[in-house]
C-alpha cells in the first residue's frame, strides 16, 4: 500500500485532468484529504450548489480517480 502522501499527489494528479471539464462550467474542486483509500474533495463554484453535482462526483471525478489510482476504491465530498 502506498503511503498517504504519495497517494494524495497521484489523487491531485488525476483531479488536474478533470479540472478543466469542471471550471468550464463554472465550477472547480479540490483535494482535501485522503483517509485510507478514500479521497475526500471540495466541490467549488457552481459544482458546489449544482443539483448534477452527485452524478458528475460518482460518474466523472470518482471514475477518473479511480482508474489513475486504483489504489482510491471511492471518492466522498465534504
Same mark, same amino acid.
Given at each position: 500500500?502506498?503511503?498517504?502522501?504519495?497517494?494524495?499527489?497521484?489523487?491531485?494528479?488525476?483531479?488536474?485532468?478533470?479540472? #478543466? /471539464?469542471? &471550471?468550464?462550467?463554472?465550477?472547480?474542486?479540490?483535494?482535501?484529504? %485522503?483517509?485510507?483509500? !478514500?479521497?475526500?474533495?471540495?466541490?467549488?463554484?457552481?459544482?458546489?450548489?449544482? #443539483? /448534477?453535482? &452527485?452524478?458528475?462526483?460518482?460518474?466523472?471525478?470518482?471514475?477518473? %480517480?479511480?482508474?489513475? !489510482?486504483?489504489?482510491?476504491?471511492?471518492?466522498?465530498?465534504?
Amino acid at each position: 500500500m502506498a503511503d498517504t502522501q504519495d497517494l494524495k499527489s497521484k489523487v491531485k494528479e488525476a483531479l488536474e485532468k478533470i479540472r #478543466p /471539464m469542471l &471550471q468550464a462550467d463554472g465550477g472547480d474542486i479540490e483535494l482535501v484529504d %485522503v483517509v485510507g483509500k !478514500v479521497a475526500k474533495v471540495k466541490l467549488k463554484g457552481a459544482c458546489g450548489c449544482c #443539483p /448534477m453535482s &452527485q452524478m458528475t462526483l460518482q460518474m466523472g471525478v470518482q471514475r477518473a %480517480v479511480k482508474e489513475a !489510482v486504483p489504489e482510491i476504491e471511492s471518492v466522498e465530498a465534504v
